[in-house]
Nanobody
Framework: QAQLVESGGGLVQAGGSLRLSCAAS????????MGWFRQPQGKEREFVAA????????YYADSVKGRFTISRDDAKRTMYLQMSSLKPEDTALYYC????????????????????WGQGTQVTVSS
């Protein structure tokens, strides 16, 4: 069973950058498909980005495409979300999620498909 811990959130001005990290426990990290979601205050959780195991495939929400980059370092059991050109509307609690995958080409965009979740890290973008 995996445990996920996010870090790297904070307060940043519009146009700035942040890198979120998601550290995972578990011996089979390399076989997890993983993703980032966010939940603005008072709104529903939404998909941000996903990555298949070994990082062979990635997928982004339209709202972050071209500004955010998802990646993973299996040796460090860590997934990242590099966020650039941040906007006030990116303000949210960001969660990482993982699920065992048996196909290196699969990624998941629905929260219901993920089995493990972190506690979240707050990102606040000021205008």
């Amino acid at each position: 069973q995996a445990q996920l811990v996010e870090s790297g959130g904070g307060l940043v001005q519009a146009g700035g950058s942040l890198r979120l990290s998601c550290a995972a426990s578990g011996r089979t990290f390399s076989s997890y498909a993983m993703g980032w979601f966010r939940q603005p205050q008072g709104k529903e959780r939404e998909f941000v980005a996903a990555i298949s195991w070994r990082g062979l495939r990635t997928y982004y929400a339209d709202s972050v495409k071209g500004r955010f980059t998802i990646s993973r370092d299996d040796a460090k059991r860590t997934m990242y979300l590099q966020m650039s050109s941040l906007k006030p509307e990116d303000t949210a609690l960001y969660y990482c999620a993982a699920v065992e995958s048996f196909n290196s080409g699969l990624y998941y965009t629905s929260a219901y498909e993920y089995r493990y979740w972190g506690q979240g890290t707050q990102v606040t973008v000021s205008s």
